[in-house]
């Protein structure tokens, strides 16, 4: 997912912010969270879902080194976030159709939204926004498979219908850690878009 082992590992290791989100509620087997609106930078890639975060990242990392139209860095912020592509039917930025194709996201620093995001050189790289909201997540350490997550999300699905949520939104895979963090301590997620009338979208 991190592409290139042989990039400057303190770049990766030295993440200094990771994406805001306020905890609601603990339930069996995930937390509700509440995402804050956020930017997103993102390449779509026609590849399987192991190969896609390693084929889109250099992309992505050359924008945050410079590779925009104001030669401007970006503090790289986690986690890496990927999503099968689909024909968009919720209110969500990362979404998915049978096309095989997988959207790969570097979230940026908060502060920083579309009008205000260097825009990218490469058109292959596209700002764009999420307004944010509730969100199901569960965690787990592990190899970055696509049976791996597949099993996790399974049970995510399960354990918010069990609850009463209504998802609205595909499944994102979430990544926080560089590939020579040993497997067993990575922390990976699986996080689902949620709604629910006992906490509506704008409450506070």
Same mark, same amino acid.
């Given at each position: 997912m991190w592409g290139n082992r042989n990039l400057h590992r303190s770049t990766v290791e030295d993440v200094t912010e990771q994406q805001p989100y306020e905890v609601v509620r603990a339930y069996e087997g995930f937390e509700l969270r509440r995402y804050p609106a956020f930017t997103m930078a993102e390449v779509t890639i026609a590849s399987s879902f192991e190969q896609a975060g390693?084929?889109?990242?250099?992309?992505?990392?050359?924008?945050?080194?410079?590779?925009?139209r104001v030669r401007a860095s970006i503090e790289m912020t986690s986690p890496v976030v990927q999503a099968q592509k689909v024909a968009m039917t919720a209110p969500v930025v990362q979404h998915t159709d049978a096309s095989g194709?997988?959207?790969?996201?570097?979230?940026?620093?908060?502060?920083?939204?579309?009008?205000?995001?260097?825009?990218?050189?490469?058109?292959?790289?596209?700002?764009?926004? %999420?307004?944010?909201? @509730?969100?199901? #997540?569960?965690?787990?350490? +592990?190899?970055? =498979?696509q049976a791996s997550y597949q099993? %996790?999300?399974?049970? @995510?699905?399960? #354990?918010?219908?069990?609850? +009463?949520?209504? =998802?609205?939104?595909?499944?994102?895979?979430?990544?926080?850690?560089?590939?020579?963090?040993?497997?067993?301590?990575?922390r990976n997620e699986v996080v689902i878009d949620v709604a629910d009338p006992t906490y509506p979208a704008d409450a506070h």
């Open positions: 390693s084929s889109a990242f250099r992309l992505l990392f050359a924008y945050i080194s410079g590779a925009n194709e997988h959207i790969v996201a570097f979230v940026l620093p908060a502060g920083l939204t579309v009008e205000t995001a260097p825009e990218p050189s490469d058109p292959r790289v596209k700002v764009v926004a %999420h307004a944010g909201g @509730l969100a199901a #997540a569960t965690r787990y350490s +592990g190899r970055w =498979s099993g %996790h999300c399974t049970r @995510l699905e399960s #354990a918010i219908a069990l609850e +009463g949520f209504r =998802s609205i939104g595909p499944p994102r895979f979430a990544r926080f850690d560089p590939p020579f963090k040993p497997w067993f301590l990575r």
